[in-house]
């Protein structure tokens, strides 16, 4: 079974950088794609981007330099890095698998998530 | 980016009813379009892919439709377990952009 695992502090100071992982079991990263989703106090959700099987990455523009998505696939891994945070960066952080069902692409496989509250 | 309004923002309606969420899309983005369902404490759910795909494990009872722009998420009888909040996410352009929700509750 595929399962993913976010891990990483809750509490983050704003300018800092918060740094996310995405443990996955049962699955390769070198296969499908592997993103970061994130959801705000009051519900609004955001794609944050991607990294491909390949390890090529693609970001949601609205980071624009903050964010960068990173891999080791020795362990299985896949990161998280967003710069520069502020305290509109609070949200719970969640990892996902876009994979291939049938038809078509969806976010099959997600983490539990992570709850990340930027404050000094 | 594509904008998503889903309507309503919140519903009560009551057990054995049959429910339609709505989703509309700012321009065209064919069949890429999924829904999800949130409750609080655990991860997104997806429950229709490609606009009209049942997910993985997804009750019958559920089912997605399009009608040019205009998605839903139809629930053909209501049970407590389907109190949640529901997205709309279109995957036809980067960036990746979800609907603002919709939160359903039972009378």
């Known amino acids: 079974e595929v399962q993913l695992q976010e891990s990483g502090p809750g509490l983050v100071k704003p300018s800092q950088s918060l740094s996310l992982t995405c443990s996955v079991t049962?699955?390769?990263?070198?296969?499908?794609?592997w993103g970061w989703i994130r959801k705000f106090p009051g519900n609004k959700m955001e794609w944050m981007g991607y990294?491909?099987?390949?390890?090529?990455?693609s970001y949601n523009p609205s980071l624009k330099s903050r964010i960068s998505i990173t891999r080791d696939t020795s362990k299985n891994q896949f990161f998280l890095q967003l710069n520069s945070v502020t305290t509109e960066d609070t949200a719970t952080y969640y990892c996902?698998?876009?994979?291939?069902?049938?038809?078509?692409?969806?976010?099959?496989?997600w983490g539990q998530g992570v709850m990340v509250t930027v404050s000094s | 980016d594509i904008q998503l309004t889903q309507s309503p923002s919140s519903m009560s309606a009551s057990l054995g009813d049959r429910v339609s969420l709505t989703c509309q899309s700012s321009q065209g983005i064919g069949n890429y379009l999924s829904w999800y369902q949130h409750k609080p404490g655990k991860p997104p759910k997806p429950m229709i892919y490609y606009a009209t795909n049942l997910a993985d494990g997804v009750p019958s009872r559920f089912s997605g439709s399009r009608s040019g722009s205009d998605y839903s998420l139809t629930i053909s009888s209501l049970e407590s377990e389907d109190t949640a909040i529901y997205y709309c996410?279109?995957?036809?352009?980067?960036?990746?952009?979800f609907g603002s929700g919709t939160k359903l509750e039972i009378k």
């Open positions: 049962g699955y390769s990263i070198t296969s499908n794609y």
């Open positions: 996410l279109q995957y036809d352009e980067y960036p990746f952009t």
């Open positions: 996902a698998r876009w994979g291939y069902n049938n038809y078509d692409y969806y976010f099959d496989y």
């Open positions: 990294i491909s099987y390949s390890g090529s990455t």
